[in-house]
């Protein structure tokens, strides 16, 4: 008995810090809204410009995870946001449009950088040509696709292509971010990856797995009663936590 409630309160600092942690960061967001979407505006602007720099072949690889890495967050965002209701949560999906934005630039970086850098295609060492025939490596197609599907959404991501557009179809456009989520996601694990390998495979499709499940459990979360349970209590919690700091 006695080490349950030892384990229960260890288990209820963490929480606690957790809390601390949560409602610092939130107040600090919401503080600095205006500028912090600036900054990740300039952000994006500073990585463009890095396009014209000879040393981009030293860190583009790197772009393209930056890139993935982003558009893997601003996609589990809304999905978690809805299943957690969490203040932090829903706060950064208030900065989505900018961090998509830098999204885009480095995902624009990343690729162009391979076909117009002839120094940048070779040092991949990819073979494009098997046997005399036009072949592609595996993963590269996707990635071209999915870089194809962003360019729009980069562009359009302001109020004009907003207001020009109109609410409906600029919705309708920006839901291509899923069919690219998808071909970048098969990009980032297959590109450069041996033949024979069937990891990358199986991390692709435990990431797509992971965002369809959250999917569907914000569209029928009674599936899993426990988690609204846990949502619930952990919610209690929280605001028992916020009373005594009062």
């Not at 900065?95 to 162009?112: D, K, S, T």
């Not at 302001?158 to 920006?174: D, M, P, Q, T, Y």
Request: aromatic share 16%.
């Amino acid at each position: 008995m006695g080490e349950s409630k030892n384990i229960w309160l260890s288990f209820d600092r963490i929480l606690s810090f957790g809390f601390f942690c949560h409602d610092v960061a939130v107040r600090v967001l919401s503080r600095h809204v205006a500028f912090l979407k600036r900054s990740l505006l300039v952000g994006s602007y500073l990585v463009l410009f890095t396009f014209f720099l000879p040393t981009l072949a030293l860190f583009q690889k790197d772009f393209g995870e930056i890139a993935g890495n982003l558009l893997i967050v601003i996609l589990f965002l809304s999905p978690l946001s809805a299943l957690l209701r969490m203040r932090l949560l829903l706060v950064l999906m208030g900065f989505r449009r900018e961090l998509g934005i830098l999204m885009g630039c480095f995902a624009l970086v990343h690729g162009l950088g391979h076909f117009i850098s002839p120094g940048l295609l070779w040092e991949t060492k990819k073979t494009f040509f098997v046997s005399g025939v036009f072949s592609w490596e595996r993963g590269m197609v996707t990635g071209v696709m999915g870089l194809l599907l962003i360019f729009p959404l980069l562009v359009t991501s302001n109020n004009v292509a907003l207001r020009f557009l109109g609410g409906k179809l600029w919705k309708r456009l920006h839901r291509l971010v899923y069919p690219a989520f998808f071909l970048i996601v098969w990009h980032r694990f297959f590109m450069g990856v041996p033949h024979q390998s069937w990891a990358p495979l199986f991390e692709a499709i435990l990431l797509l797995g992971v965002y369809s499940l959250l999917k569907f459990l914000v569209w029928r979360p009674e599936t899993l009663p426990w988690l609204q349970e846990a949502v619930r209590m952990i919610g209690i919690r929280y605001r028992q936590y916020q009373d005594a700091r009062i």
